[in-house]
């Protein structure tokens, strides 16, 4: 791939192990072939280690001496040691000792070969054209001196496979734009190449074209893989073609790639550019999954205590767990790209339940699923629901299965029937629009800060009046919000300070009409930016939040609602490789995610919520902070601010009755029932 990078697998791809890679180069390699199991070659832009050999099976691998007129994009051995390539694509080269020397055997820049096969040392065909004539002549060209000189065979174009020394079968596919269809015609030649007849035509089920094609062993199966994964397969040499795979590959960017290979008739390999890899064992008429590869930056992800789970790839992609993230299915909606003049993405998601979940994304696009990501209904306009296209939805949440609501940077939707339908809330008289950024739902409450905004906009009679509060801080950028009740809830983001910008986390315990700066860091380096991406409240006192800090990735804990915080740094990625969302479930279970489709699970920890601090003295080291033992230090700690009306550790319940409504959840109230609610779990211990 990119970078020089190569890459083996002893396990038929479940596990991979980086040989070299040039991590300061783009430059590509272009193919890799294997002619017995010791004699690999590599092919890609002019120079080693983009050209490169190996006779010990992969063992170790040595520059190929190249003839530095341009890129190799495809190479051909006939035998371990004897082969033909052709660099800068008008240019054939020839070597009988593995690569270590090439004879240059043909010259003409006016030449652009697009593939070549060789049945022999003297007799070979390549497809191309000749683009110094205006219209340019296409078509299959014929060697049979060993690649010295070509006379063109035939006026059409296909890729060329030899069957036997005297049968050959070209593969062209013609698309007709304005009809959007696309057909493969099949040509055969049974004279060594020298003549050749069109022998059948077959449309595709969709408009496309082939970027590489491969023979399944000695049979008539032939697969082709286009340039972003999709497989179509004939079984007939041509005489038929089936689509057996969609491809998940990020369409619309500059350096598409993929390539398929088979073993033997039935034992196959596809790659695409986002390193997805899929095998067959079947001569190509299934196809599993055995690589994810990098489908794009996750840009959310959503998790239930149930093991369900879903993740957004690269606006394109999504990807669904039932193990808690062990496995992820990836999938592509089809209407997801540039479009009737607009684009498409899908960039948000939010899992209601163990088996329903919503994605949201640009160009108004929303799906549901109601069985575990099996199936995705598409619920925007043109479809079967009303979303408008031009919505682009920056958070979806749902609170049941019927209500539902939409943040985006056209203001805020509601839905009351599962998302079919949708009404835009009133925005506020006076002080702006609800244009973007975040929302929340707690209770009947609903909390929403616009994009680029200091103000929190609340809401408590379902977005049809709103009531502002300002969020204190210089240049604040708030980048997430999360409450655990109607009244206590943070917001994460990032703050001048320092000699560039500060990781800021703020609280309140009055339903956003007050806010506290809970923890700060200022970064000391002007270039390396502190930010808090992400935020999730497990409980009202059990808090999680992703961050860069110092360069690296960092996980945020409070378990004391926001009084301190814990630090957990990422043993690997560097800045700007963040992560940058976060996942939580009700057992304390994380999940981070972020740059180049990484999500990592981090086991839940046990909270002992009485323990309270480390010492009962004011000002000794370690007061106020919890340090994993209870004993009568948390007690009278607890007395003590229970005594001085401190909310923020004793507010704790509404109710001291197990079972009732509102046990467990603080009601900005301090009273009896939070004293012995906290005795009974100073009693239960940790």
């Known amino acids: 791939g990119e970078g020089g990078t190569f890459l083996i697998t002893l396990d038929g791809g479940q596990t991979w192990t980086t040989r070299f890679q040039q991590p300061y180069s783009t430059d590509p390699m272009y193919k890799i072939v294997f002619a017995d199991e010791m004699h690999g070659y590599i092919t890609g832009n002019p120079g080693a280690p ?13 520059p ?17 040691t004897t082969g033909f390539t052709s660099p800068g694509g008008f240019l054939v080269g020839f070597t009988t000792d593995g690569g270590q020397t090439w004879e240059e055997r043909f010259h003409d820049p006016a030449l652009k070969w697009w593939s070549m096969d060789f049945v022999s040392e003297t007799t070979g065909l390549v497809s191309g054209y000749v683009f110094s004539t205006f219209p340019r ?17 035939y006026d059409r174009v296909g890729d060329p496979v030899w069957l036997s ?30 003549t050749w007849s069109l022998v059948s035509t077959y449309p595709l089920p969709q408009p496309d074209s082939f970027f590489s094609l491969v023979r399944a062993g000695a049979s008539d199966t032939f697969c082709a893989v286009n340039a972003t994964g999709t ?34 008739e039935l034992h196959g390999w596809s790659v695409n550019s986002s390193g997805v890899v899929v095998a067959t064992e ?72 163990d088996r329903t979940a919503f994605i949201a994304g640009e160009g108004g696009l929303l799906f549901r699923t109601d069985d575990r990501g099996e199936t995705w209904l ?6 079967l629901g009303s979303l408008p296209f031009y919505v682009e939805p920056q958070e979806v949440e749902f609170t049941d299965s019927q209500n539902g609501w939409i943040a985006s940077f056209d203001g805020i939707f509601r839905s009351t029937d599962g998302g079919f339908n949708w009404d835009r809330l009133p925005d506020p008289p006076v002080g702006g629009v609800l244009l973007g950024g975040m929302i929340e739902i707690e209770g009947q409450s609903i909390f929403a800060i616009p994009r680029g905004s200091d103000k929190l906009w609340r809401s408590t009679d379902g977005g049809q009046t709103w009531t502002a509060s300002t969020i204190p801080g210089l240049f604040l950028d708030v980048y997430a919000m999360s409450f655990a009740t109607p009244m206590i809830g943070w917001i994460a983001g990032r703050d001048s300070g320092g000699a560039g910008w500060s990781t800021r986390i703020m609280g309140t315990t009055d339903g956003g009409a007050t806010w506290t700066t809970q923890y700060q860091n200022d970064s000391t380096v002007s270039y390396i930016p502190h930010i808090a991406f992400d935020i999730e409240a497990i409980s009202p006192t059990h808090v999680k939040a992703i961050a860069t800090e110092h360069d690296r990735a960092v996980v945020l804990t409070t378990t004391n609602a926001g009084r301190t915080w814990t630090r957990e740094v990422h043993p690997t990625l560097d800045f700007p490789e963040v992560l940058d969302n976060i996942a939580v479930t009700d057992d304390g279970s994380v999940w981070i995610a972020g740059f180049r489709g990484i999500i990592e699970h981090l086991p839940a920890t046990p909270v002992c919520r009485p323990d309270l601090t480390a010492g009962a003295t004011p000002g000794q080291p370690g007061y106020g902070v919890p340090n994993g033992l209870l004993n009568s230090d948390d007690f009278f700690y607890f007395l003590a601010q229970y005594a001085a009306g401190n ?40």
């Open 137 to 153: 002549v296409e078509g299959l060209f014929r060697t049979t001196d060993g690649g010295r000189t070509f006379e063109r065979v």
């Open 165 to 194: 020394p005297t049968e050959a079968i070209a593969f062209e596919v013609e698309t007709n734009v304005a009809a959007q269809v696309s057909v493969v015609h099949t040509h055969r030649s049974f004279d060594a190449g020298q």
């Open 50 to 62: 983009f050209n490169m050999r190996t006779t010990d099976g992969g063992a170790t691998w040595l």
């Open 282 to 353: 079947d001569g190509g008429q299934s196809w599993r999954t055995i690589s994810q590869g990098v489908n794009g930056d996750v840009s959310d992800i959503d998790m239930h205590g149930s093991g369900f789970g879903v993740a957004t790839f690269g606006g394109l992609i999504v990807g669904v767990t039932t193990d808690g993230g062990r496995t992820w299915g990836m999938s592509r909606q089809q209407n997801v790209g540039a479009v009737f003049g607009h684009n498409e993405s899908l960039d948000v998601c939010h899992v209601l339940d």
């Open 378 to 383: 598409p619920l925007h306009a043109g479809a």
């Open 231 to 264: 497989i179509y397969r004939t079984p007939d040499a041509g005489l038929s073609w089936e689509k057996v795979y969609d491809g998940l590959g990020i369409p619309f960017i500059a350096n598409v790639w993929a390539d398929i290979s088979f073993l033997d």
């Open 647 to 686: 909310a923020q550790v004793c507010d704790l319940t509404a109710t001291a009755v197990p079972g009732q409504p509102g046990y467990g959840v603080p009601n900005g109230v301090i009273n009896s029932d939070d004293f012995f609610y906290y005795l009974g779990l100073y009693a239960a211990g940790c």
């Open 64 to 80: 190929m001496a190249n003839l530095n007129l341009g890129s190799t994009y495809d190479i051909d051995f006939i035998t371990p």
